[in-house]
Structure formats: C-alpha cells, structure tokens
C-alpha cells in the first residue's frame, strides 16, 4: 500500500476512501463535485488513476495509484417521463434504471454485453451496444448530453436535456466508446423510449449458411425489426448457430411483421420464444461473452458479415460470437494471442473494417491497444483531444498499442 | 447590414497565387462580387469577405488551405449560405471559399446502403439520386433543395423527419477532411465505428470551426414502403400540443411530428404555397407515419384516436402522393409563405422539454406583444424545436432593436424550461452571446480547447460558436499550468 497517497486520500475524501483487495486507495465519490476534487489532487500530484464502475465489465488490473470507482455514484437523478429524459449517475447499473423506468412505462434501448449490473457509464465508455442497436442505433444515440470529470478535476457538460440540440461542440461524442481516456463519466441525460404495447422474439436454428441466407432475405424485404441477430454455437451453448429476430409495436404491427419474416425466411423455421424466454436467452447471449476473457467489436456492415465471420474462424476461432445482420457490427469473445489479434486487424483493416478491444486484462489492452494503430493523422488528432481532457495523463487508459499494434 | 467601414486591401499577391490554384476567374475579389457572399439565410448579420474563392476540386481547396496555412490568413468554408445562424460568413481579413462546385455524388452503394459525396452536393439531389435504387438520404432541412451536404456536417441540420431518424450526425459514418494546418485525414469507416476515438461525431455540428469535410460518407434508408400523412386542426394550440405528448408517450415515434399556429396558417394560405389548411384552426397538426403498410395503418388508427380525444376538430388523410405533398409543401415553405407579411424575416431555433411546450408558446406570445412583433409559430413539435418567426423590417432601425430583443427574450424563456439555444441552424455569430446561458465557463473553455486541438491557430470560422472571452481565459489556464 502506498500510505501517503492513502494519507493524502482520507484527508480530502474522508470515508469515502478505503484500501482495495489488491492494496491500493480505493476512493468512491458520491458526486460529481467529490470525484472532481479527487481528481485535481491526482493531477497535481500525478498519480496515476484506474477508473472502475462496479468492476463488472472490465478486469479492474489496470497499474495505479489509486482507484476511483464510481459505485456510490448510483443514482437515477431524475425522471421525465412526458419528455422521455432521465439523468443518471455513471455508476447507476442497468438493472437498477429499469427497474426505476418500468413504472413510467418507460426504457432506455441499451442490451450490452455482460452483466446487467454494469453502470452506464461503463457503457457509455466502451460504447458497448447490443442487439437492439439495429433499430435504436448505437449508444450515442441514446446519450443526450454528459457531465464529465477530467483528469485534471475540471467539471465540464455538453449537450442538455432535449432531445434535439446543437448548441456548442458535442463533446459527449468522444466520451462514448472513449475508454475513459476523456475523462471520467459522472452524470448521463439519456434518452428514454415509450415501452412498446406489443413485442414478439423468433429464433431459427441451423447451419451458418443457411441462417445467413434467410437474414439477407429478411433484411432485404425490409421487414420492421428491433433486432436480428446471429449468434455462435458457442455462445448459445448449442450445436447450432442460431439466428434472433425481434419485433416491437402495436399488436397489429408484429403480427403483420412476423409474417413477414417466417414468408421471407423460406425453408428456415423460426420459433416463438414467450417474453420470459426471451429475455433470457438475449441475456444469455449478452452474459455469454463473459466467459472469455477479451471481447472485441468488428465494425462491418451487414453485407460484409459472411466474409468476416469466415475470416475470424481463419484468423482467431469462431469463439463466441454475434453479428447484427442488419444494422451491421460484430462480437467476438474468446482468448487470441496479441499477435493474433493483430493479424486480425491486418486482414479486416485492409476492408476498411476497425477492430476495438472492449474488454481484455489490461497486459493484453496494453500491448494491442482498443483501438490498434491510428490511422495517418488520427494520433497527433487524437493525442490534441486527449490532452484537452486529461493534460497530466493521469487516467490509465491504452487507446494505441504499445508497439503501434 | 455591410459596415461602412474601409476595408484594408487586399494583398494582390495574395490574389494571384489563390488564382494560380483555382483559376483567376474563380477568385471574386470585386466588391460587387464580394458582397453576394456578405449574409446568409439570417438578415440580421452581414459581413463581406476580403475574397471568395471557389475551388472545384478537393485537391484546390487542400492547396489553398495550405497556402493559407503558410500566410497565416483566417478563412470560412461555406455552403450554399442558407445558414440560419451567420455561420458561414467571413469577416474582411478572411477568406470565403464556398465549395458548391464541388458537387459530384462519388458513389451510391445500394448493397451498402451508403453513398459518398462531395461537401458541395445538394441535400435534395442526393436523395433523388439514391430513389431508383428504393433508398433516401433522411435529414431533410426546410432548405433541402438549395441547402449542401457539407454545411449540413458543420451544422449537424436536422430536419421534419429527424424525429424518427435523427440528424446528420446519425447518418454521417465517415469523413475525409482537411485541417487548418492543410493535414488531410480520414476519419470513421463505412459502418460509422471509429478507429479510435469518435473523431467523426466531434466534427459533426462544429460548425466549419474544426476544418472542412472534403468527401462524406453516408448512410441511406429504404423508401418506406408505406406513409400515412395526417393532418389536424386545434382550436386552440395548448390541445394540439398535448396531443403531441398523447402521441410520444404512446410509443409511436411518426416519421414527422409539425406544428403550425394561425398566423403561420393564415401565411401559407394566403401564398402561393396554399396546402388547404383550415385558416381559423388555432393550430394545426401534421402527423406523417411510415414503415411497414399493417403497422403504419395500425399506428394511423391510434393516432387519429388520440389527436380527437385531445380536441381535433378534424383529422384529414392524404389519399394521394400529389395531396401528401400539397401538406408537406405547406410547411417546408411557410418561410417562403411570411416574406407576405413583411420584408424580411428571423427564423429563430431553439429546443424546449416537450411537456414545455404549453407554457414556452404561452410566453413567446406574451414576448410578441411585449415587444410589439408579429410572431408565428411553424416548429417541429414532436422534438420540441420551436421555430418562432419574427417579421419585420430591417431599414426600420428601432423594429430591428425589439427584434433582437425579443429574440433574446425567447431563448432566456426557452433556457428557463430547461431547453437550448438551438436544435439545428447552430450557434453561428446568431447566438454566440447566448452560449454562457446553458454553459459554464468550464465547459465554454474546454469547447475552445478541443477546437484547438483541430486548428491550434484558430483561423478556421474564426468567432463563432464560443465567446472569445472564454477561448482567453481557457489559454491563461493551460499558461499557468505549464
């Protein structure tokens, strides 16, 4: 333990420092005025800071002086369920906004991988989404504005409450999917949707090709969906590649869009999953990742999907993967080697296609990096930004591998 | 209107190299010709730029933004100049480059669904270029036949539709730019998932201040296979918006969510936009829904429903395309439609919480009467983007003094409902005094600091957006830090 850092902690922070498992300071701020006050004392002093959530999601190993973890800042701030807006604190999980929204018959449209007890700002962070971004899009579009801690302690916010607005710079887009390199996530405007009346789930079974084929015809007919997934063996715990199709409306709505899918499906069988049935096999499939130790996203469009599938069961193993068969984009989970992770990224950047580490123990984060090499002009860009944010590089957080990997 | 102040000349050999990259009669350097650039879309502001030089290719405006890079020179990238904020225009020691020659669509991908363009390339014309492949390209501004792809970018311009599928920042998935230094860089991929950092979503809305968008790369939507165009009219207008929040809270997201009030109404009909709607309506309600044909009839149901038990005296369905447009020619040109009513006209923009609504409308009628204005109403209600338009008359110095007035008025009445300052036409040099009424220093500085990161010399757009004041003290800091 490094005590006059914990010296130094308990005197600005109080009794919201204690010492962690693996013998570091371990501070948990209720607000985002106490998180900033933390953070100036770390830049002055230029201690290095892992950020955690609920250490949920990504392996809390990060090398540093002294944890911030934002468990303590979990709460629903408010609620507006005419205007569909609330504001939470990035360490509120999932689990518990639903729980808070369902009353207002309202629901932020994020399913990302992992836990459901992951905060949204771990989300906001990795930008890590799920199924449901074939209708609702990515988690940027479900963020109305942020207040965010920098690494030097400074309280900045950007965008607002509406839903419409651009007023200033968005600075709340190089939060998401920002790694926390941008500052840490303390209050989050999101937007909220209407729970829809009715809300049916199919699920096909079968080999890839086949279940590739019928989600083409799907999509290509335009049939009004939530989700349409396809989702590894591995990752469903079967021997057959699955393919899930969701559909959100009025009761007239899905009828007429289920029959539409099971007519352009042709020989493939979809089934009725019950709502409970449902929800637990999307959850599956969100959990399922986390039995590998790194998940990365591809960032391929639909029509690209067949090759790149082909091309991660060349390069790393099928692993544990799903694929938006609409709206685009890939996971994959499983224990590749740096160097094939790097291969991989070789073969899919010559099709335009980045691949981002989500989540990985920080030995292998740091040696590929989240995001790989920058491309020519990104670096010096991003290198400008990130100062602006954390000036002292106090926030552990490897955008770039370490060998420009 | 142009200050009557003497402008410096302008360096001639400034004028020949510009020349020798674009041609020389492709540099308008005659006051005359200067003077076309001197407003855009907002009467209020003008500025007449020390040259406008229009580039025809990407490789010309890299040229030139290096050649300015080298001689220090300001300059502003600029559209078509429908602006609604005075982003666009450039001050007497500044550069003009409007790129509307630069209008080629590169490439429509059908399988892909994305197109590329260059920034010069209509709104409109992309979307009539995407139709024969059953695609569309969705942020539709007001101005969408004039208005270019590449001031839709800095703007990040919305749109009726916007409701349903967002802003161009939703639809941008990449971009080449050049910098203020002359770097060239590629940002996004097809997909729109960054390598690194969203470097795309940053420069999306920066309002020409970050650098310029030479290609872009966007997303394109299947033409839905089935619209259903409603239209309803209110006898008074705090019903017609309590139907809008019937609607939201019921789940249905329409394709379009318009509100009109009388006056604007009375406008329209009186013009040669005429759409037939009810001139003694308080306000009217056009509701357009789309998808597939068994939901978007299903939601048609509910919300014909819901628009009578709010008070709907009437609710009319298009029956043809040719009457669907009739509706929508009504809103899109009710700006057209005021010019009626008085020379010139403001287009205000700002965002209020939807449940809002109700009492925001409330108090601008009040700030009308305050203030001795005509004032209408034609706003994308299903968003909260109100669009109050004040019509006056510029020579009439004191009218122009309760105009600016009462548009101040308006966005403090918007600010105190927990809204902004704007929803789509952008901060510009319209509102750049009004940033410090949503955002702290702190965050005001930072803003400063991240355009500073793209254009450390702060030639690009330069004085919009961010008071200056802000940019100062954000320096003064990081000095004292090192």
Not at chain 1, 180 to 200: C, D, K, M, S, T
Request: proline letters at 7%; a neutral charge; glycine letters at 10%.
């Amino acid at each position: 333990m490094n005590e006059p850092i914990f010296e130094a902690l308990k005197a600005i922070a109080r009794e919201a420092v204690s010492l962690g498992g693996d013998g570091l300071p371990r501070v948990a701020p209720a607000s985002a005025e106490a998180l900033a006050s933390v953070m100036r004392h770390a830049f002055e002093r230029r201690w290095r800071v892992r950020v955690e959530g609920r250490a949920s999601w990504m392996p809390p190993d990060a090398p540093a002086d002294l944890v911030i973890t934002t468990e303590r800042m979990n709460r629903l701030l408010s609620v507006a369920p005419a205007d569909l807006v609330a504001t939470a604190q990035g360490g509120a999980s999932m689990r518990a906004i639903r729980s808070a929204l369902a009353p207002h018959r309202a629901w932020v449209p994020l399913d990302p991988p992992g836990s459901p007890d992951r905060t949204l700002g771990s989300i906001l962070a990795t930008g890590t989404a799920g199924p449901l971004r074939h209708r609702f899009g990515p988690v940027r579009d479900q963020v109305l504005g942020t207040t965010v801690v920098t690494g030097d302690g400074r309280i900045v916010r950007a965008g607002g409450v509406v839903v419409k607005n651009v007023a200033g710079f968005d600075l709340t887009k190089v939060q998401i999917g920002g790694f926390a390199a941008f500052g840490v996530i303390a209050e989050i405007n999101v937007r909220l949707r209407a729970v829809p009346v009715a809300r049916q789930t199919l699920v096909a079974r079968g080999g890839l090709e086949a279940l590739l084929e019928a989600a083409r015809a799907i999509a290509e007919a335009n049939v009004d969906l939530s989700l349409l997934e396809l989702c590894s063996p591995a990752l469903t715990a079967s021997t057959e590649w699955a393919l899930v199709a969701q559909t959100l409306g009025t009761p007239e709505g899905v009828n007429a869009e289920i029959e539409r899918i099971t007519t352009a499906a042709g020989d493939i069988r979809f089934d009725p999953l019950d709502g409970a049935a449902a929800d637990r096999f999307l959850a599956a499939v969100g959990e399922g990742v986390l039995e590998s130790p790194v998940v990365v996203r591809a960032g391929v469009l639909a029509s690209g999907t067949p090759e790149t599938v082909d091309l991660f069961g060349e390069t790393i193993g099928l692993g544990r993967l799903s694929a938006g068969l609409g709206a685009g984009g890939l996971r994959w989970a499983g224990n590749p080697t740096p160097a094939h992770l790097r291969a991989l990224r070789i073969r899919l950047a010559e099709r335009e296609i980045p691949v981002t580490v989500e989540r990985a123990p920080w030995a292998f984060r740091r040696e590929v990096g989240h995001f790989g090499v920058f491309r020519e002009g990104v670096r010096p860009l991003t290198e400008r930004v990130r100062a602006v944010f954390d000036p002292g590089l106090v926030l552990a957080a490897p955008l770039e591998g370490q060998d420009g990997s | 209107m142009a200050p009557a102040i003497a402008e410096p000349a302008t360096d001639p050999e400034l004028l020949r190299a510009l020349g020798r990259i674009v041609g020389p009669r492709w540099v308008r350097a005659r006051r005359s010709e200067r003077r076309a650039y001197e407003a855009d879309g907002l009467p209020t502001h003008a500025s007449v730029p020390m040259v406008a030089v229009l580039p025809g290719t990407t490789r010309e405006v890299i040229a030139l933004v290096r050649l300015l890079a080298e001689r220090g020179v300001p300059w502003v990238a600029r559209g078509a100049g429908t602006g609604l904020s005075g982003g666009a225009l450039a001050a007497s020691d500044a550069v003009l480059i409007p790129l509307t020659r630069l209008n080629r669509i590169l490439e429509i991908d059908p399988r892909r669904r994305r197109a590329r363009i260059e920034p010069g390339v209509v709104n409109a014309r992309l979307s009539e270029a995407a139709l024969p492949h059953g695609l569309l390209y969705a942020p539709d501004p007001s101005s969408q036949s004039a208005c270019t792809l590449g001031g839709n970018v800095a703007e990040n311009a919305g749109g009726p539709h916007c409701l349903k599928y967002g802003t161009t920042t939703n639809h941008v998935t990449a971009l080449e730019i050049v910098l203020a230094d002359g770097t060239v860089t590629r940002l996004g991929s097809p997909l729109g998932e960054p390598w690194g950092p969203d470097l795309v979503g940053l420069f999306v809305g920066s309002e020409g201040m970050f650098g310029i968008a030479l290609e872009i790369t966007v997303r394109l939507e299947p033409i839905p296979a089935a619209i259903r165009t409603l239209l309803a009219d209110f006898t008074s207008v705090r019903e017609a918006t309590e139907a809008v929040g019937a609607i939201v809270a019921a789940g249905i997201v329409p394709a379009a969510l318009e509100m009109l009030d009388q006056a604007c109404v009375r406008a329209v009909e009186a013009s040669i936009y005429a759409a037939g709607y009810p001139t003694d309506a308080a306000a009217v309600l056009l509701v357009e829904l789309d998808g597939t044909g068994p939901s978007v009839a299903a939601e048609a149901t509910m919300v014909e429903a819901m628009l009578r038990k709010r008070g709907a005296r009437s609710v009319r369905s298009a029956e043809t395309a040719a009457e669907r447009a009739r509706l929508w020619q009504g809103r899109k040109k009710a700006f057209g439609a005021m010019g009626r009513i008085a020379p010139d006209l403001v287009v205000q923009d700002a965002v209020v919480p939807r449940s809002a609504l109700p009492a925001v409308l409330d108090t601008i009628g009040e700030i009308g009467r305050r203030y001795r204005l005509t004032i209408c109403n034609v706003f994308h209600a299903g968003d909260g983007n109100l669009h109050p338009n004040i019509c006056y008359d510029r020579r009439d110095q004191d009218l122009a003094g309760r105009v600016e007035e009462a548009s101040r008025a308006i966005m403090e009445a918007c600010v105190a409902a927990g809204g902004s300052i704007t929803g789509e036409h952008g901060v510009g040099a319209d509102k750049i005094d009004y940033m410090p009424m949503i955002f702290d220093e702190t965050s005001l500085a930072t803003m400063c600091a991240v355009r500073r990161a793209f254009d450390p010399s702060e030639r690009a757009n330069p004085n919009k957006v961010v008071p200056v004041h802000s940019c100062r003290e954000w320096r003064a800091a990081t000095g004292r830090r090192r």
